[in-house]
């Protein structure tokens, strides 16, 4: 079985922006894949087999249903009149070759599709001296077709401090640098429009599809190279106690940081794409930390547009601005009879089951907490911390804004008994200094059957809902629900 769909099953969701009070309802999404075959593979493999038959052929498919509105203008007319869709479709062929002594060679071929439910056009208006936009609904698509050929290998360095006495023994180094060709021809240059932007007369381009659920296509041909270097590190250490011949540890000092980007030598100018630095580790086996950024290599004048100069023709200090980051800390502990248990995945995985499905499954489990807990485990605590910034054109292109955006999430639950559970998730934004978001539920363990009881308290849209499931994850669509939900007027 190639085909796999997978719609999410919660009828519709929701997520709020306090500071603004901007509700997002998530309509039912659906998520289709095609698990690689190969169409030219014998059922029975002798001897060697041909190039031919090492293509291979996937599909992927995604659509999303957003409705957003203002709790302080609810009405059934604007909710219909905020209703944007699109859908996302890619369907990939690969060329699997045998490697060439340390490198991988991986030709390839991509075909994306993305359709918009609406489109946006713009003009500049004398009178009033500003942008208008007016928005016309369809079914608007745009495609793109690209061709690849990577390289990639691993380059391994180790420096040895001592053998035989106690604390560091080595470090090694690892370096996977990448490179790729590519070429995509530009299939959306009647989607751009160049806009007059104030009464000066600046013109900026713009896609008709700015605002829609996916990022449209470039309209610039591409021909060149794609670029990457990924790094990390480890430390071997010999315990001074531990004097067996296990007493040397490996340790991740860090698990992954580098940067990638890509280089267009068909453009006219502005060659170089932006730049993308990344890093990750883990420090106890309990707290993950990520962190990334967004490097412009070239100089922003003061609206936030690209100029055509590099940042280092200007200054030979300064590689580039850097237009974004974030960084996030998350932390899990829980007892120490569920530190011995072995790790358990809440859903069913399987050969066929791609990192987008997972991920939505992911998501499920963290929107019903309830419905995933481990009356085994007697308590667990989970801590996540992030922090973002983004600096970009203000919406009537006359400024350069930053903003700022910081968030701390809790996660956790207890055993009353043994089989009587209490917990809860919250949100809040330290920027705005207010909780969100507050989850609250309490679940009883039921042999073969799980009830819980979950209560949302904050926010405009507040609900309280009963739930009487199987365990089996087979089963766990047959259930008893009953809900309430409360609209609550802003302030």
């Known amino acids: 079985e190639m085909l796999s769909g997978d719609w999410s099953s919660d009828v519709c969701s929701s997520d709020l922006n306090n500071t603004q009070r901007l509700i997002n309802l998530n309509l039912p999404n659906a998520n289709f894949n095609v698990v690689t075959f190969y169409p030219f593979q014998k059922k029975e493999v002798l001897g060697t ?18 409705i957003a509105f203002y709790d302080s203008a609810f009405s059934l007319k604007k909710l219909i009149d905020t209703l944007t869709w699109g859908a996302q479709h890619s369907i990939p062929l690969t060329l699997s070759l045998p490697p060439m002594g340390a490198i991988t060679i991986s030709p390839g071929i991509n075909y994306s599709e993305v359709w918009f439910g609406k489109k946006l056009l713009r003009s500049w208006n004398g009178v ?4 208008d936009s ?76 700015d605002g829609g659920l996916y ?51 068909l453009a006219d100018s502005m060659q170089l794409s932006q730049i993308s630095l990344y890093a990750r580790t ?49 932390a899990s502990f829980q007892s120490k009879q569920g530190e011995k248990k072995k790790e358990k995945t809440p859903y069913n995985a399987n050969d066929y089951v791609t990192p987008d499905e997972q991920q939505n499954q992911l998501d499920y489990i963290r929107r019903n907490p309830s419905e995933f807990v481990d009356f085994n485990n007697p308590w667990t605590l989970s801590v996540s911390f992030s922090m973002n ?62 009830m ?23 089963l766990r669509d047959l259930r008893i629900n009953r809900n309430r939900t409360f609209y609550t007027q802003g302030q």
């Open 49 to 66: 087999p041909k190039w031919y038959e090492k293509i291979g052929i996937g599909y992927s498919g995604n659509v999303q249903n957003v």
């Open 128 to 131: 009033t001296q500003k942008v």
């Open 134 to 209: 007016a928005v016309y609904k369809g079914l608007y698509t745009t495609r793109s077709v690209g061709f690849s050929l990577g390289l990639n290998t691993a380059i391994f360095g180790t420096y040895n401090v001592n053998s035989k006495k106690p604390g560091i023994v080595a470090i090694r180094h690892v370096i996977r640098p990448s490179i790729s060709a590519n070429y995509s021809p530009s299939l959306t240059k009647r989607f751009y429009q160049t806009i007059q932007v104030d009464n000066t007369g600046r013109t900026q381009k713009v896609s008709v599809f």
């Open 215 to 265: 990022s449209t296509f470039s309209d610039q041909n591409f021909g060149g190279m794609s670029f990457g270097l990924d790094n990390n590190l480890e430390m071997k250490w010999r315990s001074k106690k531990d004097t067996s011949a296990t007493a040397v540890k490996k340790i991740k000092l860090i698990d992954g940081f580098g940067f990638n980007g890509s280089y267009n030598f």
């Open 282 to 330: 883990q420090l106890f086996e309990k707290i993950s930390i990520n962190a990334g950024a967004t490097l412009e290599p070239y100089v922003l004048d003061k609206f936030g547009t690209r100029t055509k100069q590099l940042a280092w023709y200007q200054n030979k200090f300064s590689l580039g601005t850097i237009t974004s980051g974030n960084m996030s800390l998350n």
């Open 389 to 450: 910034f983004f600096r970009r054109p203000a919406p009537d292109y006359t400024r350069f804004t930053t903003e700022f955006t910081t968030s701390l999430s809790l996660n956790g639950d207890i055993n009353l008994t043994p089989n009587w559970k209490i917990g809860g998730s919250s949100y809040v934004d330290l920027k705005a200094k207010e909780l969100q978001s507050l989850q609250l539920f309490i679940s009883r363990e039921l042999h073969c059957w799980q």
């Open 452 to 474: 819980s009881i979950n209560v949302t308290p904050v926010g405009p849209i507040r609900s309280f809902n009963i739930t009487i499931s199987p365990k089996s994850g087979l």
